[in-house]
């Protein structure tokens, strides 16, 4: 990855400017044009190491969401998972290695649709659903520190 | 804080991610109607009162070479949750920490960190250390490394039901 790319990894995972011409305004900071950083993004978007540039917002301070696990027998994993898929509400779907092994997020505007989709998708599945919404957030998200090496 | 009408029209524009133009303010306000100087207005103000908790660019570990995810789960007592998560969420190595409800019987873990490594053998000798550090030897614990990814991209906040 070029030094301009990292230096926007880097440096851009928060404090990234909230003004009319932002991406100009990180390029002056950078050293390098307003073109150079928008084909860097991009870049960075096309080879997926970018999910996008923009908010990411408090748990629950927009809508609500919660962790949602489930216990699927392995063979009928890879259709239970296109099924919750399916769901624009869900966000986040992984397989874990666990007796739980698929872990899925859902997020919607409020608790009462966030739990009708845990329900069709129970009823769906014909399995339960652990529904494990986030209590306490303990964590100052300030990015991630990236490893070049 | 209680989000507008016209902040969660604004939050629903925003979330996927700004485009890649010279005024992203601008294109993201064209689409619901608000001026530039608006939307740069109310999402300054929703940094500020801590409903964004951060603006920028949201990195895929695993495409930057991140492979070993894990979910890392405890069984901590409920009186001492709040210090033990403070204590996680001071080690750089930890990318998310929360607490979440037992479910017993089959799930008593309150505490959940997230780890994002290169190789599994450091990962876990990460676990080792807050255990060690923490003094955690003794509490109940889980790590779920993640296997395949059947989805991943940000929230959408669409006010409609799309089902």
Known sequence: MDELKRNLLDAYQRGFPVSPTPYKDVAEKLGVSEEQVLDAVKELKASGALSRVGPVFKPKSVGDSTLAAMAVPTERLEEVAEMVNGFSEVNHNYEREHCFNLWFVVTAPDKARVEAVLNEISDAAGLEVLNLPMVADYHLDLGFALQWN | MELTEADHKLVEVIAPGLPFVSRPYAVVGEQIGMDESEVIERIEKMISLGVIKRHGMVVRHHEL????NAMCVWNIPDERIDEIGEK????????LCYQRPRRLPDWPYTLFCMIHGKERDA?????DVLAEECGLQDVERAVLFSGRRFKQRGA????????
Do not use: C, H, N
């Not at chain 2, 070479?65 to 070993?68: C, D, M, P, T, V």
């Not at chain 2, 996680?88 to 990318?95: A, E, I, K, L």
């Not at chain 2, 990962?123 to 676990?127: A, R, S, Y």
């Not at chain 2, 959408?156 to 799309?162: L, T």
């Open chain 2, 123 to 127: 990962v876990l000798k990460q676990v």
């Open chain 2, 88 to 95: 996680f969420s001071s080690y750089d190595f930890v990318t």
């Open chain 2, 156 to 163: 959408r906040y669409a006010m409609k039901e799309s089902q």
């Open chain 2, 65 to 68: 070479g991140y492979r070993s």
